[in-house]
């Protein structure tokens, strides 16, 4: 279906470009000060086992932000992606104690992320009832569920063949690298150059105006939150191989990670405005600052407290500071618009 060229939906997408590269650049600065730092203070910081141990931790917070990325954009936010987490590597493992192979297993357990991300998704969309409070519950619903079905006991003792998915190699390079590479270029080409991602950010910048012109609100809302648990799901997979045990307490915090890497890449938390490629930056970022963390024997828990100030930070960057110039620009073009 064609959107009408007089609606707000049709200059989203030329409004949204500016808006993507400021933050993007910035994290790029930010990554170069803090590795120049860094190499200086340590030497084993460029060795490559360092940037490698860097690049394996990021794919895993990549993999969960790219499908959180779709629901921001959306004007939504899904605080399950943890719980899903663990669930998926849970329902992974029965499957794999029950005699299924590891193919069959992993197939399972993106089902059931998929499966709950499409219940979130149809509560939100057909109740009318706000994202936060629906994911809040799902988040609690679904950890308890992995809790009931492994006892509370962790499942260890996998094939070779799957935990090559969290500890294998291909070369010099991890699965979950290539994992989070091959599937941030597929987000990026979904959000940038199809209809779904075309109706995604329309979602989140003007959902009446995407009504109006006859798109199913209800069946896209679904469709985002449910691509939202498959990468959850994914993401399961490399936290259960990598540690080759399914932990139902795996996965805590997660979606607080995820939300601080997609607000930091320059995503709106308002909806309308997304960017993968700012996603995966931040999640680099993210993985450096840990790691440099661990470098300066700074204590772990310090990194709550840092990630609360940084989505603290990018959210009133992006919604008082960057997004007021950029609406002041887009009103100037707007104004001459009108004189012509």
């Known amino acids: ?36 730092f860094l190499s200086i203070t340590s030497p084993f910081f460029l060795t490559w086992d360092n940037l490698r141990n860097i690049f394996d931790h990021s794919a895993l917070y990549i993999i969960l932000a790219l499908g959180m990325t779709f629901v921001i954009s959306s004007g939504g936010i899904d605080l399950s992606v943890g719980a899903v987490t663990a669930l998926s590597g849970v329902c992974m493992a029965v499957a794999m104690q029950s005699g299924l192979g590891v193919g ?47 006892g509370g006991i962790p499942i260890y003792g996998f094939p070779r063949s799957f935990t090559w998915w969290g500890s ?17 270029v597929l987000a990026a080409l979904v959000l940038n150059m199809s209809r779904f991602g075309y109706y ?22 679904i469709m985002v939150y449910l691509l939202c648990g498959a990468t959850a799901a994914l993401g399961g997979l490399v936290v259960t191989a990598r540690l080759n045990t399914a932990e139902p307490l795996a996965g805590w915090m997660l979606e607080m990670d995820s939300i601080a890497a ?11 405005k997304g960017s993968i490629a ?36 990018a959210v ?19 104004r001459r618009g009108r004189t012509v």
């Open 262 to 272: 997609v607000v930091l890449g320059g995503t709106s938390m308002k909806g309308g």
């Open 104 to 150: 069959i297993s992993i197939l399972s357990g993106v089902a059931a992320g998929a499966l709950v991300g499409a219940a979130n998704g149809c509560i939100i969309s057909l109740f009318k009832i706000n994202p936060f409070i629906v994911t809040l519950a799902f988040m609690s619903l679904v950890r308890g569920l992995a809790l009931v079905i492994t």
């Open 316 to 334: 009133i960057f992006a919604e008082a500071g960057w997004g007021k110039g950029l609406g002041s620009i887009n009103r100037k073009k707007e």
């Open 168 to 184: 294998g190699h291909i070369g010099p390079l991890n699965p979950p690298m290539l994992l989070a590479a091959l599937l941030t």
């Open 200 to 221: 995604t950010l329309a979602l989140g910048g003007n959902e009446e105006a995407l009504r109006r012109s006859g798109v199913s609100i209800n069946l896209y809302k």
């Open 278 to 313: 700012g996603t995966a930056i931040a999640c680099l970022l993210l993985g450096i600052l840990r790691n440099g963390l661990v470098i300066l024997s700074i204590p772990s828990y310090y990194q709550y407290l840092l990630i609360g100030v940084i989505i603290l930070s």
């Open 1 to 36: 279906m064609t959107m009408p060229r007089n609606t707000g939906i049709s200059r989203m997408k030329i409004r949204l470009l500016p808006g993507n590269i400021l933050p993007q650049l910035l994290l790029i600065l930010l990554i170069l000060i803090m590795a120049f």
